[in-house]
């Protein structure tokens, strides 16, 4: 996949989480919780999703990596290049 | 219903899931029964925690973004309006949390500020912390600390307690907060077919997640080898392999099950049990002058809420008129239930046909008290089914039919076994509602990875 793939797939995941938040004006260098009311129970189910969707393995440690639309695109284009 | 929603969620996320339950029928504590040509709700009065479409943070919204649910999926139809009876005062309450404002500026000026005071304490509480060595102390502790009269802390923890406390006349302060707002921040509603419509939504979803359920397979003995799980004994014989056990059975059941001895007067084993009596009727309770949803009556200005000395305590309980919730369209019979305290040890120990006898006894006592309190309806009476907390044993498996559980709550879930789990009741979140966070909250903490 690449970068703006990811970005894609990120954008879809949330959206279907949080399907009445406006993710229009989603600023991608902003941390995410700050943006749109995203619960720890949500930000659980993006980790999970994007094992179920893409294989993609987050360990808890790295959940603050997650942070930002573009810090999510830089972790995980590593692990879905090959996708 | 906790694991239920637990297996939804982990099936949901690819896991392989069995859940295996002992009845015929899922749904646990809150089932539903079939008798005489009418479908019955176990224990069902309300659900608690109703909010309307889309409230942000509201346990209800929370649950239904987790299982992936719509709001319409449980038909959920508010309450008229309910009430909190004490003699000389009775407290109105509903969905609108302003008419419990109204009535206590009303019918206790002097409290009103403490009120509004003590409710923004309850704001600002966070009742869902799972850390188990945060202790926010006791309830009527804390409560009286902000409201001054006595008889105003009694009416706030009558209703509360009937609905959800494992513990004798007192609750946890964060098990006050979360009934607290399910009940009066939040509130009640129930769906026109009743607990049947939200079971058969749960397993529809968990068999579309591919989840396996077999009923009619009880627990016989949890295994366990070098202090981890290792596999589960069926009471067929069978044995299935497991890497991980999520166990609504209660906590002590659970480690009964996992070969601990547990001798009948353990502690942690809940005192609380009841008995109901329904009642079904050829016209509806608001026709014989009956409007209200739920009644909580108390007859003194104390309330205790204890296991009685004497086999049913009559001087408080729960009255329920199913009927007086705002559905589409009527039920097809009048219904009306109450609740009372009642001992265990005092059902279980008679013989058959005094169990029959005392049951016949105690439904006309309890007649007798309602009639004092709602107006007559015993002529529209066309049948009355009734259970105690020997019933309640028999179908929840909970140690002297406690129907909330152990009063010592595992907010974590953990047990001294590594890789098993509790989920429901006996972890703490309570209510419907409440259950199924707490199979939701546990498979996210401890079976996801």
Redesign the interface.
């Known amino acids: 996949m690449t970068k703006e793939e990811i970005r894609e797939a990120i954008y879809n995941i949330i959206s279907e989480?949080v399907p009445?938040e406006d993710l229009n004006n989603l600023d991608d260098n902003e941390t995410i919780r700050d943006q749109i009311?995203l619960?720890s129970?949500?930000f659980?189910?993006i980790v999970?999703e994007l094992?179920?969707r893409y294989k993609a393995n987050v360990p808890e440690e790295d959940y603050p990596k997650l942070a930002t639309i573009n810090s999510c695109v830089e972790y995980l284009e590593p692990k879905l290049k090959d996708l | 219903m906790s694991g239920i929603a637990a297996g939804i969620r982990l099936a949901y996320y690819d896991k392989k899931v069995c859940i295996i339950e002992k009845h015929y029928r899922a749904g646990g504590l809150n089932s539903y029964y079939n008798l005489n040509g009418r479908i019955f709700d176990c224990g069902l009065h309300a659900i608690t925690n109703f909010v309307p479409k889309g409230q942000k943070k509201a346990p209800l919204t929370k649950l239904l973004k987790q299982l992936k649910l719509k709001y319409e999926d449980f038909g959920l139809c508010e309450q008229k309006s309910s009430s909190i009876n004490f003699p000389e005062v009775s407290l109105r309450f509903s969905n609108n949390f302003e008419l419990l404002n109204q009535e206590i500026s009303d019918k206790f000026p002097s409290q009103k500020e403490n009120f509004q005071r003590f409710h923004k304490h309850i704001l600002q509480f966070d009742e869902l912390d799972l850390n188990p060595n945060s202790s926010p102390g006791l309830a009527r502790k804390v409560v009286s600390s902000f409201i001054s009269d006595p008889l105003l802390v009694e009416m706030l923890l009558c209703p509360l307690s009937y609905y959800g406390s494992a513990k004798e006349n007192d609750m946890d302060f964060d098990q006050f907060v979360i009934m607290f707002k399910s009940i009066f921040l939040e509130g009640f509603a129930r769906p026109e077919e009743g607990v049947k419509k939200i079971i058969n939504v749960l397993l529809k979803k968990y068999r579309e997640c591919e989840g396996e359920l077999r009923l009619k397979t009880g627990a016989k003995r949890i295994n366990i080898s070098n202090g981890k799980v290792c596999s589960v004994t069926l009471e067929n014989g069978d044995i299935l392999e497991t890497k991980k056990i999520l166990s609504s059975a209660g906590y002590v059941e659970t480690m009964e099950l996992a070969g601990e001895k547990i001798s009948p007067d353990d502690g942690r084993i809940g005192k609380l049990s009841f008995v109901e009596i329904i009642y079904v009727l050829d016209q509806t309770p608001a026709k014989l002058g009956c409007d209200k949803s739920i009644i909580f009556y108390n007859d003194s200005e104390k309330f205790t809420y204890q296991k009685p000395d004497e086999i049913v305590d009559l001087s408080s309980g729960v009255i329920c008129c199913s009927n007086n919730f705002c559905f589409d369209s009527p039920l097809k019979d009048g219904i009306i239930r109450a609740t009372h305290m009642a001992n265990f040890d005092l059902w279980d120990g008679l013989k058959q046909e005094e169990y029959q006898t005392q049951k016949n006894i105690w439904q006309k006592k309890s007649l007798e008290k309602l009639l004092t309190i709602i107006p007559e309806f015993s002529p529209s009476i066309v049948f009355i089914d009734m259970f105690t907390p020997k019933t309640i044993k028999r179908f929840t498996g909970h140690f002297g039919g406690a129907v909330y559980g152990t009063p010592y709550k595992i907010k974590n879930g953990q047990t001294p076994i590594k890789n098993l789990f509790i989920c429901g009741t006996d972890q703490g979140f309570l209510g419907i509602i409440g259950s199924m966070l707490s199979g939701i909250s546990m498979a996210n903490l401890h079976a996801m990875n």
């Open positions: 989480i009445d009311e619960d129970m949500d659980l189910d999970l094992r179920k």
